[in-house]
């Protein structure tokens, strides 16, 4: 099977704006497939649905709807596809330099500064930023050129004024590093997306990178800040939020379906990355959408 890179991705700003403000309807903008990249900062307001998160070495759950912002480069799966069923998803793109370099340096762009340095690792926004912001996104985008750019600004300020957000790559994980270094983890990072739900063993992930065992494992920790065995384990972790939020299975095929040969190691990697079992977290959910 082949292997991609992640794809550069061209982004035009809309006619008369110095940004990109973009609206799908369900279903319109199925790209959770394709991992990609571009130099320009993304703004995603996802409104309603769940589904999975791909975004550098996170990989994550989110459920009723989804508000992230990633830096420049920052390689990226699409968030919706037709099992997501969000009513709609608001795109924003803008190079860092959309309004000039010097801007930054002003004292007013402070924040809003700090906060774009933070993107590079990627944010998740909490669920009141999210219902706030989200309705601000939408107003925005049906304004007229002058108004939409003053009231993007605006947005920029209050996400950078909240500390309600996570950080989803955790330490230094930018993916904009040499190019031979986005060629072989985007080969692993695929290899992973492509046979999760199968026994994946280290000799192999080597083999694939052209590295030995103890280089390959060094690399991978120092590329991503965790070790191989843990992203896999998230990774299966995720799809198994996935299917217990959204398949009624029962928890031992959700194990299996997600990649585990073990119950009892399902369940304590799960415990692990959330908190709770997966009946107590299934339990929940299932509360909180009622």
């Not at 801007?103 to 762009?109: D, F, H, R, T």
Request: charged share 25%.
């Amino acid at each position: 099977m082949k292997h991609s890179n992640p794809a550069f991705e061209a982004v035009k700003p809309n006619l008369g704006s110095s940004f990109t403000s973009l609206k799908f309807l369900k279903n319109e903008n199925i790209k959770s497939h394709v991992w990609h990249y571009h130099p320009e900062i993304e703004l995603i307001f996802v409104c309603g649905g769940s589904g999975k998160r791909q975004i550098g070495s996170n990989i994550s759950y989110f459920s009723d709807g989804d508000l992230v912002l990633m830096g420049t480069n920052l390689p990226h799966c699409g968030m919706t596809n037709e099992n997501t069923n969000n009513e709609y998803e608001m795109v924003i793109q803008f190079k860092p330099d959309f309004l000039g370099q010097e801007i930054w340096a002003l004292p007013e762009m402070q924040k809003i500064s700090v906060l774009l340095e933070k993107a590079k690792a990627g944010i998740v926004f909490s669920e009141k930023i999210k219902k706030q912001v989200g309705e601000k996104i939408v107003e925005m985008h049906h304004s007229d050129s002058f108004s939409k750019l003053m009231k993007f600004l605006s947005i920029l300020d209050e996400l950078a004024s909240t500390n309600e957000y996570r950080i989803l790559n955790a330490g230094k994980y930018y993916l904009q590093t040499q190019m031979e270094d986005n060629e072989r983890i985007n080969h692993i990072f695929n290899y992973v997306k492509d046979h999760f739900k199968a026994q994946i063993t280290l000799d192999e992930m080597a083999d694939l990178s052209s590295m030995k065992v103890p280089s390959f494992c060094r690399y991978f920790k120092k590329i991503t800040n965790k070790t191989f065995t843990q992203f896999v384990n998230e990774y299966r972790i995720t799809h198994s939020l996935k299917l217990l939020a959204e398949q009624p299975l029962s928890i031992t095929e959700v194990c299996f379906e997600s990649g585990f040969n073990n119950f009892s190691y399902f369940n304590k990697t799960f415990k692990e990355f959330t908190g709770k079992s997966p009946s107590q977290y299934r339990k929940e959910f299932n509360y909180l959408i009622e």
